[in-house]
T-cell receptor, first 113, second 114 residues
Framework: QKEVEQNSGPLSVPEGAIASLNCTYS??????FFWYRQYSGKSPELIMSIYSNGDKEDGRFTAQLNKASQYVSLLIRDSQPSDSATYLC?????????????FGQGTILTVHP | DTGVSQDPRHKITKRGQNVTFRCDPI?????LYWYRQTLGQGPEFLTYFQNEAQLEKSRLLSDRFSAERPKGSFSTLEIQRTEQGDSAMYLCASSLLGDTYEQYFGPGTRLTVT
């Protein structure tokens, strides 16, 4: 079992729709969770971080965390073609490795006009 | 620009050659991380430093790889006797030591081993 799992997609949504991206993780002691956006040929860009159960909203983005289910999600409202990218879920390792990020393989999102 | 910088941005080398990459973190960040990313995969952790101390190195990392951060500022990653399987994007990130450990990535160094 991979430590961080994402559906690789591609996920295709029409412009203006809500895109829902999901991630599960295996290490129960994980404390911090991040979503990165990566455009083709570029490096990952941090867009959301979440540390407590529940929802966290930032503009059109909402991150959701459920530690009991070991599940993190990212919702993108009013999706735009410029949101087309790969979205990486990252989990901060717990215990003595706190600080190191473990990434999922990423979900490719395409927003079509 | 006060973001993470990496040099060079691209490197083409022949198999068996040594290469060295440099990373300059965000100035006040005391943690520095190296990751490697291949096509279609998420970044894979290689090693990280807190100030000048190397705190962890991936078990997957060959002895051909070595990293330093001698003065707790910039870092170098050296790959000796490169192999074609070393071809990847090498990413550097930095963070503050604190509650969140939000990591910010540099633009990466793309290595091609021919």
């Amino acid at each position: 079992q991979k430590e961080v799992e994402q559906n690789s997609g591609p996920l295709s949504v029409p412009e203006g729709a809500i895109a829902s991206l999901n991630c599960t993780y295996s290490d129960r002691v994980s404390q911090s969770f991040f979503w990165y956006r990566q455009y083709s040929g570029k490096s990952p860009e941090l867009i959301m971080s979440i540390y407590s159960n529940g929802d966290k909203e930032d503009g059109r983005f909402t991150a959701q965390l459920n530690k009991a289910s070991q599940y993190v999600s990212l919702l993108i409202r009013d999706s735009q073609p410029s949101d087309s990218a790969t979205y990486l879920c990252a989990v901060n390792a717990g215990g003595t490795s706190y600080g190191k990020l473990t990434f999922g393989q990423g979900t490719i999102l395409t927003v079509h006009p | 620009d006060t973001g993470v910088s990496q040099d060079p941005r691209h490197k083409i080398t022949k198999r068996g050659q040594n290469v060295t990459f440099r990373c300059d973190p965000i100035s006040e960040h005391n943690r520095l991380y190296w990751y490697r990313q291949t096509l279609g995969q998420g970044p894979e952790f290689l090693t990280y430093f807190q100030n000048e101390a190397q705190l962890e190195k991936s078990r997957l990392l060959s002895d051909r790889f070595s990293a330093e951060r001698p003065k707790g500022s910039f870092s170098t990653l050296e790959i000796q006797r490169t192999e074609q399987g070393d071809s990847a994007m090498y990413l550097c990130a930095s963070s503050l030591l604190g509650d969140t450990y939000e990591q910010y990535f540099g633009p990466g160094t793309r290595l091609t081993v021919t």
